[in-house]
Every structure is written in structure tokens, then in C-alpha cells.
């Protein structure tokens, strides 16, 4: 065997080693569930069986950490009819079984805390809010008392995954949300604390870390998610919050949402290395960095953590294959094709609702095989 082989036999291999974080309990393997909406919460947030089927048969099928879809911290912060709600003590109780069947398995059980701001669901969400007003969704400006309100909430959320028995929370700092919309030049015009700076446009996020290194017990993970562009982000901004996310010391970790891991920046200024690159040479501490984004195979998973990342995230394809990281020992194993049918994701413990969300996706389910 040459060398290359064996480099890649390496890389290989490291993807199927512990990663500790600072806090909590260690991942077996670098590879994590993605946090994907399955839409089939019911309308009041809480938990179908369907929901605890899907979450389960991830865990069984070997993912280091499972995170939940985005759970909503207040009532107004609602994207979607079927998302998860974790606004009130009533959402603990069917969180806790998802939290159970994930710890059972010896994966890490991580929940996805998150506000739509002016992305909420306008059918049932009357008062959306934003940093400033919004003409396209017609959102009102939230006052500095009720930022502080969110930030409190984002908290409390933290407190009841707490309770419900997850190892940590994220915070959804990406894709054009609430947390997302405050460090957006383009959605924060404020002139109170909270807008303004790239300090002050992240207040938000550094009140909510704080909040919940505060409330929550000293080994509760903390996670971040963010886009490093689209939405309004800088990437030179970004890559100046991270930085200073990850050397604080309060995250153990920062998640990439990039939807395309390999992808290059689309600020052509930026465009000397990988869009990935621009993070990885950052000082870290003790926070480990994460990336999502078109990893389908082992090779490219492993291609990321070569790249400079600690752990992968995978998303659809984990939708497609539930023991994904099982089938990643062998290298060279590529997912199916998509699209595929309803009835081969109802055999993946996709309930017919998630299914039906899964239309929405370009591509992705058969359009013969529509789940009544
Ligand atoms: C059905 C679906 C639901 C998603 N829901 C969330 C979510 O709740 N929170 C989040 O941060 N990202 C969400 N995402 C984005 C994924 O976490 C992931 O970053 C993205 O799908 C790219 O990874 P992939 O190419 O492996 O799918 C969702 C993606 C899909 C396909």
C-alpha cells in the first residue's frame, strides 16, 4: 500500500475516534446528527410517537451525537405548524423520551434551541418581531426590554432541556433567524446595546452563553450554530465572532452551517482559500469546531476533519440511511440516489408528515409516491 493510502486509511480512522468536549460527555465517533425539522410536531409543540421513532432509530444507527430538530422558545418564535416547542413546562415530558432513547444508546443527547423572528409561521403567530421592522413580513421592532425577555427565555429553554435530560443545548445562530437577524447588518438597525457594533449585534447571543453557563448545571453543553454568510452575515465578521466564541471558553462547540461544506466563500475578497478555511485556522481553546453541509460519504466526511474540523454533521443523507456512521466504515460506501419513495423513507422511521415536509426539498422524495 503507498502512502496516500495510507494517509487515507488514517483519515479514514479518525473519523470513528472520541472527541471529549470541555464539558459533558465525549461523542464515540467524530459523526453527529444533524438538527433537522421534521414538522411533525403536534400543533401545541409537543412530541408525537412518530417523533420519537425517528430520533431513536438515529441513535441506534451510531451517531456520536444526536441533536433534535429546532425547538422554539417562545410562543411567537414558531417557524413552522409542525415544529417542536419548548416555550413551557407542558414540552418537557415528550422531550425527556427523545433525551432517554437518545442517552440509552451512549450517544451525546443534544437539543437545538431556536426563535424564527420574522421567519415565524404567520398562521398562527400574529405578533412577529424582529430587530427592527420588517416590511417583506411586515415584523415589528422588539423593545429593549423584551430582547432581554428573549434572552431570558433562550434560557429558561436551556433550564428545561436541562430538566428533560439532554447533555446540552445549541443556540440556532444561523439561517436568517431571531439569533441570526441581530448580527445581520441588514435586519439590526437598532440604536439601543443591542445594535449597532459587531459587539453589540452579538449582545444577544453573549447574554443568552452567559444566561446559561449561569443557570444550568457546570457540565451542561453548550453549542453554537451560525452561517458565516447569506442572511446579512460578514464573513470578516463571522470570522472575528468566532474567534472570540471559541477562545471564551463558555461553547463546546461551534457548528458551521455551510450547505455545502467544500464550498468557496461568495465574497470574492475572501476567495484565496475554502470557505471552511477561514475557520479552522482560528484559535480554538478548548471549543471543538463542527461543520454540515453535502456530507454524504466518508470521504468527504473524512476530507473535513482533514480539513481542520473536529466532527461532521450530516443531515439529509442521515435521513436516507439512519446507521449512516455503521455504513462509513466502510470507505467507500455512497448513499442512495435520491429521489426515492415514500415508502422507503416510512421504513426509515420518517413518519408520513415528515415525509410530506420532505416534498418541499428539491429532489428528494418521488413525486409519484405523495404519503396521503
Ligand atoms: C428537513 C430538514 C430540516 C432541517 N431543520 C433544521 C433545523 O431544525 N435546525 C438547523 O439548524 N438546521 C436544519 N436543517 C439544516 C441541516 O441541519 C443541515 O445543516 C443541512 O441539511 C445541510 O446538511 P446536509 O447537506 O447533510 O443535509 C434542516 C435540513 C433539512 C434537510
Redo the contacts with the bound molecule.
Sequence with gaps: MDASHDGADQAHARLFTPLSFARGPAMANRIAL?????DQALPDGTLPPDELRWIARRAQGGFGLVMT??SYVQPNGKAGGGQTGLWSDAHIPSLAQLAQAIRVQGRVATL?L?HAGCRAWKRTVSDIVAPSPHAETGARALSTAEVEQVAADFVAAAVRAEHAGFDGVEL?G??GYLLAQFLSVEDNRRDDRYGGSLENRARLITEIIAGVRHACRPDFQLGL?LSPERWGMRLGEMRELAARFMQDGDLDWLDL?L?DAAKQPEDASFASRPLLGWFTDLPRGGTRLGV?????TPRAASAMLAAGAEFV?????A?LHPDWPRLARDPAFTPLPTPVGADYLAAQDCGARFIR??HT?QNFVASEQVAS
Excluded at 454540515?292 to 454524504?296: F, L, N, S, W
Design positions: 444533524a438538527p433537522m425539522t421534521t430538530s429546532a437545538q431556536h440556532h444561523a439561517h450554530r452551517s450547505w454540515a453541509g453535502r456530507i454524504t454533521m450530516v443531515g439529509r443523507t435521513i415536509y420532505l426539498f
